[in-house]
T-cell receptor
Framework: GAVVSQHPSRVICKSGTSVKIECRSL??????MFWYRQFPKQSLMLMAT?????????EQGVEKDKFLINHASLTLSTLTVTSAHPEDSSFYIC???????????FGQGTRLTVV | AQSVTQPDIHITVSEGASLELRCNYS??????LFWYVQSPGQGLQLLLK??????LVQGIKGFEAEFKRSQSSFNLRKPSVHWSDAAEYFC??????????FGTGTSLTVIP
């Protein structure tokens, strides 16, 4: 099956700093990738759709200036949490699909802790 | 709008007993339905998926699920639970652009 790799798997940062999370499709090209957020013991919530070569589409309630998404190539999308605060601590996970209307392949997730 | 409901937040079963996790969905067209499992601190592992065809789908680890359009349900079943099945289970429906909408999850505890 297709492989999506996410890096880093864990990151701890100080409050006020920015953190970048990478999502790569290793063996296929993805014009669209998705970013999800999961709070402890809760479900995954779609944050935004990352579109290669154009602006990301954010779900209602997600601050686009705090969660910057860049999809500069067909195999890489990045999520930057800017000016992170403790409430941004969460599990972030990305997904991508090699074909439309099929299953998505998920990255391993990134555990962000802001101290 | 798409939505997924998992009525059971937490289920406890004895090892060797049968299991059924409930999932109801709301979707305007023919849904693509999925069950994922997540162990603590880990990513998602696909158990099975339904796109079309046979409404009873088989997945990995002995799991199966049945799509019932009339009930808007996609319940997950396993005839005999193993201790290693303890985890969080998520039902999901995908939209036309491959974005996923997840249920709130069901936490499974297996007792010896």
């Amino acid at each position: 099956g297709a492989v999506v790799s996410q890096h880093p798997s864990r990151v701890i940062c100080k409050s006020g700093t920015s953190v970048k999370i990478e999502c790569r499709s290793l063996d296929f090209q993805a014009t669209t990738m998705f970013w999800y957020r999961q709070f402890p013991k809760q479900s995954l919530m779609l944050m935004a759709t990352s579109n290669e070569g154009s602006k990301a589409t954010y779900e209602q309630g997600v601050e686009k200036d705090k969660f910057l998404i860049n999809h500069a190539s067909l195999t890489l999308s990045t999520l930057t949490v800017t000016s992170a605060h403790p409430e941004d601590s969460s599990f972030y996970i990305c997904s991508a699909s090699p074909w439309p209307n099929t299953e998505a392949f998920f990255g391993q997730g990134t555990r962000l802790t802001v101290v | 709008a798409q939505s997924v409901t998992q009525p059971d937040i937490h289920i406890t079963v004895s090892e060797g007993a049968s299991l059924e996790l409930r999932c109801n969905y709301s979707y305007g067209a023919t849904p693509y339905l999925f069950w994922y499992v997540q162990s603590p601190g880990q990513g998602l592992q696909l158990l099975l998926k339904y796109f079309s065809g046979d409404t009873l789908v088989q997945g990995i680890k002995g799991f199966e699920a049945e799509f019932k359009r009339s009930q808007s349900s996609f319940n997950l079943r396993k005839p005999s639970v193993h201790w290693s099945d303890a985890a969080e289970y998520f039902c999901a429906v995908s939209g036309p652009g491959n974005q996923f909408y997840f249920g709130t999850g069901t936490s499974l505890t297996v007792i010896p």
